[in-house]
């Protein structure tokens, strides 16, 4: 099967790269979740800290990488156009990978604070900050990506039709470049230091990431369900409505207890306890599309992630985060392992299978194909659920060490340390990693799916290539 | 000669009942996440009054979502209470068992509304895993 458009294939690197780092990522985790029970596991080859700096800035440029080749892949055949500069976006991805790969190197070749001598922290301090950690250069050659990418997206649809599914997307990855500005303010005083880091993180995983997310969803739920465009356009509208009037308010649950007015107990109280609604809707979308649908698409294992996507989403991003969200509860639950649990599914339900579901529907066709062999497909269905399982597990058995953890350290008369309580929660950080481990077997299955062929007595039989109906 | 309606108008318009299954998918999703007990009795009243003259699609949402109702209000209500009788609050175990499970069974039962909201507004019928069956 031929791309529409021959400028898409410079999605398909991207897609490689994000599916590498994911693995890496996922190494990094199993590392990680040793060393809570295990505390000098590889110490002082790579310590805890470091660890966790790689797992999580992985978990941000696979991400982003899936981001980019999702939007060469959607952009040309939405703008019914080639790709202003395909040569920009293979220059790109390898100024960003190759960057993101010497930062990771970095990480884990010297100690942080050399580190941040060798790339000149002295002259903008923007380094040792959560999630921020990237040396200066690299958190300017992330600008100078962002700028050009946006370049090449923003000039193929001014050339080109104008589609809500392309205008959100164009909105989310404006706000993407435009928030990671505030990566570079790093004011002295603490509380305004945290208060602006949440412009980053917050706003973007609970803010303009969502406008991301429910563009490429609309995308693969039109090209696989049939559904009229206007259908799918209603619900988007109303998707991003109720992301953006709950979101940017509900920015407000970081600032319960770091310094800003009391207010914001109020506000962010009220406002993030209505976040749920857009996920909600959102599950609700991507179930009424595949009711609705005109037509049996044979890629079965990119509809199930994208249904995947809305359920999890809900859970993770919804349900998990509505748990501790209210002030009153989060003054007891505040960055306990409740919020590493929340982390896990949220990101997991939301963005990595969003990800997945655009590369599952787009990497068939970019290999020459409308969709995979049905072995490759039935291999990646069982990783969608080695995966999808195991992330309910690792949520569930956080969430159990996090309730003890706030009943030992800030319930009880007399409370104990953190490191003591730690102690006691060991039981839940090895089933965690157990789950983990069944976790990467999915991914191990995920990979592997990529290479499997039909059987030759399936494919005599004519059973390989489904066709659409 | 008439015009032949649009095919894709065809199937926008909303089947017999439709309407009316959405509002019990509503319903019981609104008793769950919003107004308990209130909701249900709406959901309630609106089966009594259409059971019996409700075209199919909407008599099987009716009866899916008041059953899957009652089990809800079993077991959040009665099962969490007995947890609770049975440990007292004064133990750290049984905060884990109590949060996990209410966690649990709630987002579970709202994830199947979701799923027949969705199968209403497409003017389907649903059957609720497990809680579909009304209580003996």
Redesign the interface.
Known sequence: MQLQYKSQAVAKPYFIAAIALFAGQILFGLILGLQYVIGDFLFPAIPFNVARMVHTNLLIVWLLFGFMGAAYYLVPEETETELHSPLLAHVLFWVFLIAGVLTVAGYLAVPYATLAELTGNELLETMGREFLEQPLPTKLGIVVVALAFLYNIGMTLLKGRKTAITLILLMGLIGLAVLFLFAFYNPSNLVKDKYFWWWVVHLWVEGVWELILGAILGFVLLKITGV?REVIEKWLYVIITLTLVTGIIGTGHHYYWIGPPGYWQWWGSVFSALEPIPF?AL??FC??MV??RRRQHPNKAATLWALGTG?MA??GAG??GF?HTLAPVNYYTHGTQITAAHGHMAFYGAYVMVVLTMISYAMPILRGREVNPERSQVLEMWSFWLMTVSMVFIT?FL??AG??QV??QRIIPNPQPFMAVQDQLAMFYWMRWLAGVVFFAGLAVYLYSFFAKDKPEAIEAGEAHPSVT | MPVSPDPSAIEEMPLPGQGLAVAAESLYLINLLLLPGLAFLALLWLYQRHRATAPPLARQHLRQTLSASLWAGVLLIIANLLILILGGYDKASIWVMVILYFTTVHATLVMLGILGLARALAGQPYAYPLVGKLLP
């Open positions: 009229d909600f599950t609700i179930f009424n009711n609705r359920v809900f859970l349900v998990w748990l569930l969430t159990a309730i003890l009943w030992l």
